[in-house]
């Protein structure tokens, strides 16, 4: 059971922020201020509803799941999760907020520019984060081949 919930968790979060950023990417270079400022609605509500949830799931279910698997792939994930978590609560939740109520406001300044730069880095440093535990997460599984230094490792 927490291994379906943490399946679909895991995927549910990865894909909310990989939305998050290549639609702010499009809409940034090819949409109208009013396009933006919808988005930025749109990544709060209903966005980090999602998002907030599946984040906790995933990290609440790899935990349950960790109890029973040890090893090299387990520590990185879980070493890797208090910072996904705290790039998010820190990073990535004030940026969405301040960016949703500056585009509501018509308010583009330099800091609303500078707060989406800021929050593009964070998002990509996330996907990246995430993409990792998504990649142990299914050699974990067996469902992908383990890497060449694992396997000379096993040897
Ligand atoms: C956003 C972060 C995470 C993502 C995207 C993710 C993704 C995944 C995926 C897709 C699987 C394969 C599940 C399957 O196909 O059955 C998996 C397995 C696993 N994950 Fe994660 N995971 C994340 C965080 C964590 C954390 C924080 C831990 C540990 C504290 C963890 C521990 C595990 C374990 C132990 C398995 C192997 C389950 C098994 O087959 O016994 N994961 N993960």
């Given amino acids: 059971m927490s291994r379906h919930l943490h399946r679909i968790a895991?995927?549910?979060?990865?894909?909310?922020?990989?939305?998050?950023?290549?639609?702010?990417?499009?809409?940034?270079?090819?949409?109208?201020?009013?396009a933006v400022a919808r988005l930025k609605s749109l990544i709060v509500t209903p966005g980090l509803w999602i998002l907030i949830p599946a984040l906790a799931a995933a990290g609440g279910s790899g935990k349950v799941l960790s109890r029973h698997r040890q090893g090299r792939l387990v520590d990185a994930k879980k070493r890797r999760m208090p910072f996904i978590a705290a790039n998010g609560a820190l990073v990535l939740l004030p940026c969405a907020l301040l960016?949703?109520?500056?585009?509501?406001?018509?308010?583009?300044?330099?800091?609303?520019?500078?707060?989406?730069?800021?929050?593009?880095?964070?998002?990509?440093?996330?996907?990246?984060?995430?993409?990792?535990?998504?990649?142990?997460?299914?050699?974990?599984?067996?469902?992908r081949k383990p890497s060449r230094s694992a396997l000379a490792a096993r040897s």
């Fill in 10 to 34: 895991g995927l549910l979060a990865l894909l909310c922020i990989a939305t998050f950023f290549s639609a702010t990417v499009l809409t940034e270079l090819f949409g109208s201020h009013d």
């Fill in 99 to 143: 960016l949703d109520h500056w585009a509501g406001a018509g308010d583009f300044g330099a800091r609303f520019y500078a707060v989406q730069a800021l929050e593009l880095a964070a998002g990509a440093l996330n996907l990246t984060l995430m993409g990792l535990n998504l990649r142990d997460g299914l050699r974990l599984a067996g469902r």
